[in-house]
C-alpha cells in the first residue's frame, strides 16, 4: 500500500497568543492553541495509525502544526482530513462553551460566530516515497505555503458596528463589567456599545466572574473571554494563577522575605495578596481601585510593610525573553544535514527538542521566571531581572549541550552548529504587554540580523520615561560570554567598587577620539584610554587595604574585558549602550528605584 506524508497547521498563532493583557491571557492562548494542535494529533495516531515525526506529542508545548506519515488508502485520505480538522474545531467550541456553562452565563448573541470564524485549518496528504523523504518533505512544506497565502485573508475583524474588545481591538465585546458610575444596562448597550449583544456584569457583583476574570470597565470579545477564564474549563495541567509581571518583579525580594519571615510563607504561597499592590502602596496610593477582598487588602499591606522593615529593595521591573532557533528552514529541508538521514534526523531532532523544553520547563520556577512556552526551539518567558542573565546564559549552554552536539552525527559539516538568537525586553509592569512583545520580537530580528551565522541576542530596556536603550552581540567572543561581561560590570556598580559615571566618560573619550566615519585610527590609544578611565573610576570600599584597592585598580579593565568587548561590538554606540544597560540592571536590582 502506499504509504502519505501528512501535513496539518491551525493559524493564527502569533496575534492568537500575543493579543494580551496579563501573563495569563498570553499563557493561557499559547496553552489552548498547543491543546488544539494535541488533540487532532493524537486523534491522527489513535484513530488512523498515523506515526507522528513532529513534534512530540508528550511536550507540554507543541507548535501550531504536526507532521506524519500515514498508510492509508487514497479513498479514505479526504475524510480523515476533514475529521481531523471537524474534531479540532468542535473542541474549541466546546471549550468555549464550557466557560459559559461553568459561570453560568448566557451566551450573547454572535458569541458562536467569533468563536467558528477565528482558526484556520489547513492539511495536506501527500503520495510518500520512502526512498525520498527529502524530496517529499520540501514539496509539502511549499504546498502548504502556497495554501496560506491564497486563504490569508480569510480572517477579518467583526465589521459590524460596535465597540471593540479590550485587548485585541479587533471583534465586538461580548461582555463587560460596569464601571462604579455606570448604573443602567440598557443606556450602556445604546451609548457604549451601539448593540444589545454585549453580557453586562455590575460593578462589584463577583458571584459568577471575579475580577480576576473581568475588570470593571473591561469589555472582552469571545476569544480573550474564553482565553482569561479557561482555568474554568478543567484541562490537566493548565495552571490557573499564572504569576502576574509585578509578581515576577518581586520574585527575588519575596525570596529574601521567606528566610527572615517564615511565619508570611503561608501568605507568600497563597494567591491571598495582590503583588502589584506593592507597588501601588510603595506609592502612598490606596489598594481600593484593585483589591475587592479585605483580607487580600490587609495581607498586601503586611507584605509591603515587612519589605520595608528588612530594607529589601525591589523594582518595578522585569524581563522577557523571546528565542527562536537560527536558520530553521535551512535545517528542517536538509541543506544542512547529510544526504539520505533527513528522516532519521526530524526523528532525532524532534526527541533532542524534547528534552531541551522539558528541562527549560522544569528550571525556570520561581523566583527566577516563568515560562509560557517552550516547544524545544522556540521560547517565550519571563525573568526577575536578579536572574535574567545567568538564565539567559544557562538556555543557551544547554541547548548547545541537549540539542546541538548529540545531532552532530547528521551534520554535513561536523563544524556546523544548531544555534538560537534571542531578543529581550526589560520592561516596566506599567507598560502594555503587547507593546512588550512587540519590542521583544523586533530584538530577535535585530540579533537574527547581526551576521549570516546568527547566533546572537539583543536586549532592549523600555524605560517607564520613554527612553529606550538597545544593544545587540553574539552570545560570546573567543570563550567569554557577554552575559558573564554584563554581570560583572553590574555586579561591581552594584556593589560601589566602580562608579557608573565611567561610562559617560568613556563615550565622551570615545567620541573625541573617532575619526569622521566612527573609526579609530589608533587601537592601542583606545585602549590605554578605557584602561585610565575605568580605572580611576573604581571606588575605594570601607573594608579595602590601600594595597588591595591599588591592585584591584590595577586589573579591573582586563577583568571586565572592555577593550574586547569594544572590539567585538557593531559601533561604539552598541558597546556604551551595553554598559548603560548593564548599569541599569544594576540600580533596578539593588532595588533603588522609585516608581
Ligand atoms: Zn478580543
Redesign the pocket.
Known sequence: MLKYLFLFTITPVQSFVE?ARKTQDLYAGSFLLSHLCRTAGNKIHSDYGGNIIFPDLKNQSIPNRFIAIIDRQEAELKSIGENLQQATEDEFKKIANTVINNLKLTKPKGFDEQVENYFAINWIFLPYNEADYKQCYSDIESLMGAIKTVRAFKQFPDSERGRK?S??G??NVKFYRMTKGEKDENTLKKRKFFSNDVYIIPYQSYNQVSLRHLQSGEG??A??FTKRCFDKVNIPNYEGSFSSTAKIALFEAFRQLKERRSDLIGILDSDKYEPQGIFILKNNKSLDEIVEESQIKDNTQTLYSALKDFKIGYSPYYAVMLFDGDSMGEWLTGDRVKNGSLLDFHKALTERLGFFANHVRTSINEPKGVTVYAGGEDFLGFFNLAYLLAEMKTLRENYDEIVNKPLKVFFKDEKDNMTFSAGIVIAHIKTPLSEILNWARKMEKEAKEIDNNKDAFAIAVLKHSGEIEKTVFKWRFESNYITDIISLIASEINADSLSNTFIKKLNQEMLRLMDKDGNFTEDWIIKTEIKRIVSRSCMRKDDESKEAFEERKKNIHDRLKLSRLLIHSKSVANFIALLNISDFMARQIKGESVL
Do not use: A, N, S, T
Open positions: 493579543q474588545c485587548i485585541c479587533e471583534r472582552l470579545c476569544l480573550c
